[in-house]
């Protein structure tokens, strides 16, 4: 018997992949504070990347987000 939450879901799929976040991609650390605790505010989960590579790795490794903030400057 399985569990329904994984119904789908291969027993090697890492359960990172199926977490809801939202990734904050900006260098500056007062701008990633105040998005953190916006965010973590409404009890969703957050990553933070400093650099384009950093974000595109955890795109890689976490799946979608669901939502991206970015800093275009």
């Given at each position: ?7 789908g ?23 990633i ?36 903030i970015?800093d275009?400057?």
């Amino acid at each position: 018997m399985t569990d329904g939450s994984l119904a789908g879901r291969s027993a090697f799929t890492p359960v990172s992949r199926v977490l809801s976040y939202v990734l904050v991609a900006d260098t500056d650390s007062r701008r990633i504070d105040i998005c953190l605790e916006a965010i973590t505010s409404h009890g969703v989960g957050a990553l933070v990347a400093r650099t384009g590579e950093e974000a595109i790795g955890v795109l890689r490794d976490f799946g979608a987000p669901l939502l991206l903030i970015v800093d275009l400057l």
